[in-house]
């Protein structure tokens, strides 16, 4: 088992920036890509951007040149950074690992992002 803690969420103007972290704890030995997807009312669940275990990076195209994942194995935790943050990136904020043989996946409590004036 995974399990998942988010932070970093808030309200941000038009043009800022955050950074959300996710801590992993568990079975984490066990995860092979872990992940940002994101959630607005009304809209169907998006991955945002992806990390695997040999380091390589997805973004969607949204996302591309403003966000970055990264890891700290270390820390056990993963970062997106976004910049130029449009209002249009408002949603829920979820962190996810997919484990084991079977790409189980595990989801946390999600954060919220609100780029508004």
């Known amino acids: 088992q995974v399990q998942l803690v988010e932070s970093g969420g808030g309200l941000v103007q038009p043009g800022g920036s955050l950074r959300l972290s996710c801590v992993a704890s568990?079975?984490?030995?066990?995860?092979?890509?872990m992940g940002w997807y994101r959630q607005a009312p009304g809209n169907e669940r998006e991955l945002v951007a992806s990390i695997t275990n040999s380091g390589s990076t997805y973004y969607v195209d949204s996302a591309k040149g403003r966000f970055t994942m990264s890891r700290d194995s270390a820390k056990n935790t993963v970062y997106l950074q976004m910049n130029s943050l449009k209002p249009e990136d408002t949603a829920v904020y979820y962190c996810?690992?997919?484990?084991?043989?079977?790409?189980?996946?595990?989801w946390g409590q999600g954060t919220q992002v609100t780029v508004s004036e």
């Open positions: 568990g079975s984490i030995f066990s995860i092979n890509t």
């Open positions: 996810n690992a997919k484990s084991g043989t079977d790409y189980r996946n595990a």
